[in-house]
T-cell receptor, first 112, second 114 residues
């Protein structure tokens, strides 16, 4: 597709369940980022993938969070044993070679 | 380490008045700087960017920003606010020595009074 695609757009889950959020990036853009945007908060950096290099995981808030990127394309963010404080909009973005980020519409996660 | 500080979580101006949104950065190497805008119920989009060329950068919708190294600032301005400018604005910093993360500020919500 022409832009970054994320799914699901909305996810409601019960506390303690695992969730997977998917990001389909722009073809040819090798750098992929995940951010979290909580209500009234800024964008919190989670993780960054660049080509075949080891990802920068420095923003992941706990070991319940993990992400992978298969074949340098699709990325999946997994949250295990979800907690209510995980409720947020999770944004995926691609970066071009000028540093500009192209964002998806986000996945809104609600943990009950 | 890189960081970005946006002064003022909420700014309110009258329609037609000057808009000034403040951003200060910290970076140990020359930065690339960005402003993104998020309109209500929409995704983020790039407003403008500084990538070591001209220090005064013009963006979409009449916005501009000036990179001031001595002040470590990249403030966003618009001479005359319009109702349609009401949105959340985010400043971001990165650098290009190698693969790098992009750090965002906490955002400033701009409201426009009729």
């Amino acid at each position: 597709g022409a832009g970054v695609s994320q799914s699901p757009s909305n996810k409601v889950t019960e506390k303690g369940k695992d969730v997977e959020l998917r990001c389909d990036p722009i073809s040819g853009h090798t750098a992929l980022y995940w951010y979290r945007q909580s209500l009234g908060q800024g964008l919190e950096f989670l993780i960054y993938f660049q080509g075949n290099s080891a990802p920068d995981k420095s923003g992941l808030p706990s070991d319940r969070f993990s992400a992978e990127r298969t074949g340098g394309s699709v990325s999946t963010l997994t949250i295990q044993r979800t907690q209510q404080e995980d409720s947020a909009v999770y944004l995926c973005a691609n970066r071009d070679n000028t540093g500009e980020l192209f964002f998806g519409e986000g996945s809104r996660l609600t943990v009950l | 380490a890189q960081s970005v500080t946006q002064l003022g979580s909420h700014v309110s101006v009258s329609e037609g008045a000057l808009v000034l949104l403040r951003c200060n950065y910290s970076s140990s190497v020359p930065p690339y700087l960005f402003w993104y805008v998020q309109y209500p119920n929409q995704g983020l989009q790039l407003l403008l960017k500084y990538t070591s060329a001209a220090t005064l950068v013009k963006g979409i919708n009449g916005f501009e920003a000036e990179f001031k190294k001595s002040e470590t600032s990249f403030h966003l301005t618009k001479p005359s606010a319009h109702m349609s400018d009401a949105a959340e604005y985010f400043c971001a910093v990165t650098f290009y020595s190698s693969a790098s993360k992009i750090i965002f500020g906490s955002g400033t919500r701009l409201s426009i009074r009729p």
